[in-house]
């Protein structure tokens, strides 16, 4: 089977306390640019899961996110 789209984990935070930091997940077509997706979506990619499975997306950016903002 072949995919249809991919995974980005984006991490967006802000020089703002009232605005916490969260780490994303966004699905994004296969020939879409995930450098410009994360900027859209104003944050940093971190990371590009080439699977359509949304729990291993979910998954992933759950561990992701333990790493980044313990």
């Known amino acids: 089977m072949e995919r249809s789209g991919k ?3 984006v991490l967006v935070a802000f020089d703002d306390s ?3 930091p969260q780490v994303l997940k966004e ?8 450098q410009v997706a ?4 104003g944050g940093e990619l971190l990371d ?5 499975d949304e729990t ?12 980044c903002l313990r």
Do not use: S
Not at 38 to 41: K, L, S, Y
Not at 48 to 52: E, G, P, W
Not at 56 to 67: S, V
């Open 7 to 9: 995974w980005i984990i």
């Open 18 to 20: 009232e605005l916490p």
């Open 27 to 34: 699905r994004i077509g296969i020939n879409d640019d995930e």
């Open 38 to 41: 994360a900027f859209m979506r």
């Open 48 to 52: 590009v899961l080439k699977t359509d």
């Open 56 to 67: 291993i997306a979910e998954g992933y950016r759950a561990q992701i996110e333990k790493q």
